[in-house]
């Protein structure tokens, strides 16, 4: 199977830029995803970007991929303490999402 | 639009048990996911409906089962509860359609517990 890895922890003051990074193993992979799951919640569809483009610009975020390396990072900017949460980054594979272990954003005032 | 709805919330459950899962996904998607979500694995795919048919499937053991209805609503089925089988249950829907992934949006969960 897919092999997902992201850092566990991130912890950034607010109104500074958080890096989330990610790498995968599946060259297949069409779409990758980010996702965030705040305490008691399921998955909420941050955004995502298709495996032909190298960067994809959505409000706060910014998405950077590197095809050649199979790496995906999330820039989010003047993060928020709303922020605070889990990040997923799920590249596809056929039909099914492989989802890295997630990284804890810590936002502190 | 209303979002993906997973019913119920929590469920308590002991050993040998079955439990029944149900999932609405938004309306005029047609594909349904499921996937676990615990601690130790982390989020691991179960299996994808898409009219009426299971269309991939992960790797889990046969006591795992689903089906999908002609709305395209969803349920899972797990026989001979397990403790191990605790976790967080999410569904997500798309739209299914040609022969690649589209973005899949998730329901809250059910949260199964084992005792």
């Known amino acids: 199977g897919e092999d997902v890895e992201q850092s566990l922890f991130l912890s950034v003051r607010e109104g500074d830029s958080s890096v989330i990074n990610c790498t995968y193993t599946?060259?297949?992979?069409?779409?990758l995803y980010w996702y965030k799951q705040e305490p008691g919640a399921g998955l909420q569809l941050l955004t995502y970007i298709f495996s032909n483009m190298d960067m994809k610009q959505d409000q706060r975020l910014t998405v950077l991929l590197n095809k050649k390396d199979k790496h995906l990072s999330l820039r989010i900017a003047d993060t928020q303490t709303g922020d605070s949460a889990i990040y997923f980054c799920a590249p596809n594979s056929g039909y099914a999402l492989n989802f890295g272990k997630g990284t804890s954003l810590l936002v502190t005032p | 639009k209303a979002g993906v709805t997973q019913t119920p919330r929590y469920l308590i459950k002991t050993r040998g048990q079955q439990v029944t899962l149900s999932c609405s996904p938004i309306?005029?998607?047609?594909?349904v996911s499921w996937y676990q979500q615990t601690p130790g694995q982390g989020l691991q795919f179960l299996f994808e409906?898409?009219?009426?048919?299971?269309?991939n499937k992960g790797n889990f053991p046969g006591r795992f089962s689903g089906r999908q209805f002609s709305n395209s609503r969803s349920e899972m089925n797990v026989s001979t509860l397990e403790l191990g089988d605790s976790a967080l249950y999410l569904c997500a829907s798309s739209l299914g359609l040609g022969d690649s992934n589209q973005p899949q949006h998730f329901g809250d969960g059910t949260r199964l517990s084992i005792l």
């Open positions: 599946d060259s297949s992979s069409t779409y």
């Open positions: 309306s005029g998607h047609r594909s």
């Open positions: 409906y898409f009219s009426e048919t299971q269309r």
